[in-house]
C-alpha cells in the first residue's frame, strides 16, 4: 500500500469534513473526487466508505498522539507538561476539531450497522493505551516533584487529569482562545490543589 496514496484518502475525507459535509451520507465517490483519485483506487485499499472513515480517524489520531508527545517532551517539570497539554488541547481543537467531530459522528451515526470496523478495534485500544501512558508518564514526574500527594491513587491522578482536559475544551469552545487563556492558569492551580 503506498502511504502516499492513503494520505490523500484521509486528506480528501478531512476536505470533505471541513466543508461540512456529512460524511455518514458521503459516498466513496465524493470521497475518491475530494482525494484526487478514482474510485477503484479507493477500493484497492479500503472495503467500504467505514473502512475509510475509521482509518481517517486512526491516521488523524496517530498524528495527534505524536504531536502531544513532542508537546510533552518539551516540557520538564509535571506543571509545564500539564501547560503544554492544555495548549495542544486548545490548538488541536481550534484548528482541527471540527473535521474530526464529523468524522467520529459518521462512524457512530444512526444507520443500521454502526460499529466501528473490526480492524479499527485494536489500533484505536492501542492509541488509547499510548494516551493513558503519557498521562501516567505525567503523574509520575509529578509524584517525583512532590506534586502529587502519596494518598493520590493513580485512578485519581488519571481522573483529575482528564477532566482538567475537558474543562479546557469547555473554556475554548465557551470562549474561544480567550475564555481558554483566561482559565488555563486557573486549571492548572485546581489540578496542582487537587493531586496535592
Known amino acids: 500500500m503506498s502511504e502516499q496514496t492513503k494520505e490523500k484518502i484521509f486528506q480528501g475525507v478531512l476536505s470533505l469534513a471541513q466543508q461540512g459535509v456529512?460524511?455518514?451520507?458521503v459516498k466513496v465517490q465524493?470521497?475518491?473526487t475530494a482525494a484526487g483519485l478514482g474510485k477503484g483506487t479507493l477500493y484497492e485499499?479500503?472495503?467500504s466508505k467505514e473502512e475509510i472513515l475509521a482509518a481517517t480517524?486512526?491516521?488523524?489520531?496517530e498524528r495527534e498522539l505524536g504531536a502531544l508527545e513532542e508537546q510533552l517532551d518539551a516540557g520538564t517539570s509535571f506543571e509545564s507538561k500539564l501547560e503544554n497539554a492544555q495548549t495542544f488541547v486548545v490548538k488541536m481543537l481550534l484548528e482541527r476539531g471540527s473535521s474530526y467531530r464529523v468524522i467520529a459522528a459518521a462512524l457512530t451515526a444512526p444507520r443500521g450497522s454502526s460499529e466501528l470496523p473490526q480492524q479499527a478495534r485494536r489500533p484505536l485500544e492501542q492509541?488509547?493505551?499510548r494516551l493513558l501512558g503519557l498521562i501516567q508518564c505525567m503523574i509520575d514526574i509529578g509524584r517525583s516533584e512532590g506534586r502529587i500527594?502519596?494518598?493520590c491513587s493513580d485512578e485519581y491522578c488519571h481522573y483529575v487529569v482528564k477532566a482538567a482536559m475537558l474543562s479546557v475544551c469547555a473554556a475554548q469552545s465557551?470562549?474561544?482562545?480567550?475564555?481558554l487563556n483566561r482559565s488555563a492558569a486557573h486549571v492548572r492551580a485546581m489540578i496542582c490543589k487537587a493531586l496535592a
Open 22 to 25: 456529512p460524511l455518514y451520507e
Open 30 to 32: 465524493a470521497i475518491a
Open 45 to 47: 485499499y479500503f472495503s
Open 57 to 61: 480517524m486512526l491516521w488523524c489520531m
Open 127 to 129: 492509541c488509547k493505551q
Open 149 to 151: 500527594g502519596p494518598s
Open 174 to 179: 465557551c470562549g474561544g482562545e480567550a475564555g
